[in-house]
Structure formats: structure tokens, C-alpha cells
């Protein structure tokens, strides 16, 4: 009797799923809400993006979360010695140490991050595992690395023969000076002697939105090349470097961090999308605010703001020319200059 009426439970299941779906059976998502167009997206900061948005993507196509996907996405840079301003190979501080910032945030308001973090490379995995396994948001320094090393994670050198090299050729003048990125790629390439650049920061912040409509984001870089240690950016505080807010966007920074934490960046851009502003217009904004409050600054330094709305819709800003950002999409893989108030 029971068998027969799980049976017919089963039946009607499944003729009830056929319906739905026009005579072919697939997994039942009708409890499940759907967007109605694909809004699938991930962008995140300057031309390396380009690789890291194709392993976000990824996930984000298989239908997996958009957390996943950003921690996976910015896992390429932070491996890629090449690139030298994040994880591994990035370019360490006034003493010759590599120290991370990094910082992860999902579309519920949890939030991790790691500060000035030595000797392992995957910052924004350790900073998603005091999200998921602490009661804190934010670990630093020698405690970031004993949490890391409790965890699991491998102690590495960071400081790769390259990056040694340039910062022993810094330590002939040891001035603190942040060189801009303001060229684009094609400059890196012709006239760069060492991948990475002549210019000595950036960082890779990336925000995405999965099939569900879900925002979050990701930021990790090794900072401000020779630096004093123990100093943190923008880039590991929740607000500055990065924020999502799944009711309404999510937004990431890049550039000379004590000018975004100033202003609370990210969130920023967010609470002005939040006011009816488009995502490039929220990101104008907030650049132009870094303008009011320090103009004699601002001329001689670079940053930028990337954001997504909750509508999928995408836009950037920044102070100087040569900021780019990389989105992926079902339609689209493209890498863009940002727009900027100075040329
Ligand atoms: N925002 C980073 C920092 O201040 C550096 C950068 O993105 O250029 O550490």
C-alpha cells in the first residue's frame, strides 16, 4: 500500500516536471528562484583579470556560487610569479618581506580577511576560512599565519629571484615613491624589462554574480611595494578595498590604499548605487571624492573603483588613465579601459 503510493507520488512528480519543462525531464528547480534573463558575470581589476575571470567562469557557467567562483578566480594571480603586485612573486616590503592582504565577502554579509600575512600564497583562501571557521572577520600578522598553518595551508617563500632583485636595486635610493600603472598592456609588454611592470602597485579585486543572482567578491595583493612593514591597505578592509551588499551591488578598488580607506571606498560606491546611481557613475563619484578631500594627492596617484549592480550592469572609474578591468559573461570576454578624470 505504501510502496504503491510512493509510486504514485513519484508519477505525478515527474509528469508534473515534464510539463514544466516542455516533455523533458531535468533536475526539479521550481522551488528555486530563477532569474529571468542570465545575469551570470564576473569583473574584476586590470588586464590579469582576463585569466582570473576564466577560472571564475568556470564555476559560475556549472551553475556553482559566486563566492566559489571569486575565491578560485583570484587564486591564478596570487599564484602567478609574473605578476607582481599580488601573492606569490609580489614585491615585497621596505625589509624584504612579502606580506598579503586579502579580504572575501558572500551575499550574506559574512565577511573574512587577513593583514600583512607572510609565507602563504593563497591570502584569499586563509581570509574565507576565518569567514567560514572563526567567530572574527579579521586575523593579522603572525596570528593570520599560525591560523593558516593550523589549517593546513604550506609555508612558501614568496620572494621569487625577480622580486629580490628589483628591491635590492630599490635599496640603493630606499624612497618610498608608489609608481602608477597608467600605461596599458602593450606598454608592459614592449618596453617592461621585468613582467609586472615598472610600476610597483595593484592589486586583483573581483566581484561576480551566479546564476541565482548572488553577489560576492574578492580582493588580494602583496600592497605597496616597499612599504613599512606591518602597514595594510585598502585592499584587506571590509568597505574600502571591498564591499557587496547582495541587495543592491558590489564594488572593489584599486590604487594607493590610504586615499580609498579614507573615504571608505567600496562601500561607498555601493551605498551610491544603493541612491539610484549607475555602477560607473557610482565609481566617478567616489574617485572625484578622493579629489575633494586631498587634490594636491590625488594628481600624483592612481585609483580605481570597479562595480556590478544588481541588474548585472557593470562600470569603472579612476583617477588617471590606464586602469583596466576584464568581464566575463555568456556574451562577452573583454577587457576594458576604464574611464578617468585625468588623461
Ligand atoms: N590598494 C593596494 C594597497 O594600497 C595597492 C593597489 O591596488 O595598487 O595596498
Not at 21 to 26: D, H, M
Not at 107 to 121: D, K, P, T
Not at 165 to 189: D, G, Q
Not at 307 to 334: D, H, I, P
Request: charged share 20%.
Amino acid at each position: 500500500m505504501i510502496a504503491t503510493r510512493r509510486k504514485f507520488l513519484q508519477t505525478s512528480v515527474l509528469s508534473s516536471a515534464a510539463v514544466l519543462t516542455g516533455g523533458q525531464v531535468l533536475a526539479d528547480t521550481a522551488s528555486r528562484p530563477q532569474p529571468a534573463v542570465d545575469n551570470r558575470i564576473v569583473i574584476s581589476t586590470w588586464d590579469f583579470g582576463k585569466a582570473a575571470n576564466a577560472e571564475a567562469w568556470k564555476i559560475l557557467s556549472k551553475g556553482g556560487r559566486a563566492l566559489d567562483a571569486v575565491e578560485a578566480g583570484v587564486k591564478v594571480p596570487e599564484a602567478d610569479p609574473s605578476n607582481r603586485s599580488v601573492g606569490y612573486g609580489g614585491l615585497p616590503d621596505r625589509d624584504g618581506r612579502v606580506t598579503l592582504d586579502a579580504c572575501i565577502m558572500d551575499e550574506f554579509y559574512n565577511c573574512g580577511s587577513v593583514m600583512a600575512l607572510e609565507h602563504i600564497v593563497h591570502a584569499i583562501s586563509v581570509a574565507r576560512l576565518v569567514m567560514e571557521k572563526t567567530p572574527h572577520i579579521v586575523l593579522a600578522g603572525d596570528g593570520a599565519l599560525q591560523f593558516a598553518l593550523a589549517n593546513g595551508f604550506e609555508k612558501q617563500n614568496l620572494l621569487t629571484p625577480e622580486s629580490e632583485a628589483a628591491w635590492r636595486k630599490w635599496l640603493k635610493t630606499s624612497r618610498y615613491e608608489p609608481v602608477m600603472n597608467v600605461e596599458n598592456k602593450l606598454f608592459r609588454k614592449e618596453n617592461d624589462p621585468m613582467p609586472g611592470g615598472p610600476y610597483n602597485h595593484d592589486t586583483i579585486g573581483m566581484v561576480a554574480m551566479d546564476g541565482t543572482g548572488n553577489l560576492s567578491g574578492a580582493c588580494t595583493t602583496s600592497g605597496m611595494a616597499y612599504k613599512i612593514h606591518g602597514r595594510v591597505g585598502d585592499s584587506p578592509i571590509i568597505g574600502a578595498g571591498l564591499y557587496v551588499d547582495n541587495e543592491v551591488g558590489a564594488a572593489t578598488s584599486t590604487g594607493v590604499g590610504e586615499e580609498v580607506i579614507r573615504i571608505v571606498g567600496s562601500h561607498l560606491v555601493v551605498e551610491l548605487m544603493r541612491q539610484g546611481r549607475s555602477p560607473e557613475a557610482a565609481c566617478r563619484e567616489a574617485v572625484e571624492r578622493i579629489i575633494q578631500r586631498n587634490p594636491g594627492q590625488a594628481k600624483k596617484i592612481q585609483v580605481g573603483f570597479l562595480a556590478l549592480n544588481k541588474k548585472g550592469e557593470y562600470g569603472a572609474w579612476a583617477l588617471q588613465k590606464g586602469f583596466t578591468y576584464a568581464v566575463k559573461n555568456n556574451r562577452e570576454e573583454n577587457i576594458f579601459a576604464s574611464k578617468s578624470i585625468y588623461t
